[in-house]
């Protein structure tokens, strides 16, 4: 699945934005970020159907956006997955991903900036490629 079929309906879009984070980034299979261990139980439900997970290894709590770029936004991933799209599409500036997105231009700016960084990533920067994985 490419970053364009996720976003391709607004119905289910959240989910699927979600399901390519995840095969994209534990291709390998789920592991905690901070120590590596793949053991974990479910721990609680977050906004959205992300379940948090209980590292047996470390203890500490993720999910899926634990250590991305997408960690500590409050904007919908579908948002975050549109304006990837928009900028594999060719040069985006900031005032039309603002209108297009729905969002301040600030925030425009800080997504362009943060996207543009994250594609230096060798996991994460397989799903702003536009590939599928």
């Known amino acids: 699945m490419t970053i364009k079929e ?5 119905r289910d879009a959240e989910q699927r934005c979600l399901d390519l984070l995840r095969l994209t980034r534990w291709a390998d299979g789920i592991h905690c970020p901070r120590c590596g261990d793949t053991r974990f139980n479910y721990h609680a ?4 159907g992300r379940r948090k997970r209980l590292c047996l290894g470390c ?13 500590n936004s409050k ?7 549109k304006c990837a799209a928009r900028m594999n599409e060719g040069a985006t ?13 600030a925030t425009a700016w800080r ?13 994460i920067g397989r799903l702003f490629s536009g590939g599928s994985s």
Do not use: H
């Open 6 to 10: 996720a976003i391709q309906s607004e």
């Open 45 to 48: 439900n977050q906004n959205g």
């Open 59 to 71: 203890e500490r709590t993720y999910n899926e956006l634990t250590g991305t770029p997408f960690a």
């Open 75 to 81: 904007l919908p991933l579908k948002v975050w997955f």
């Open 93 to 105: 500036t900031c005032d039309e991903l603002s209108k297009r997105l729905g969002v301040k231009l």
């Open 111 to 123: 997504m362009r900036r943060v996207i543009s960084n994250a594609q230096a990533d060798p996991v």
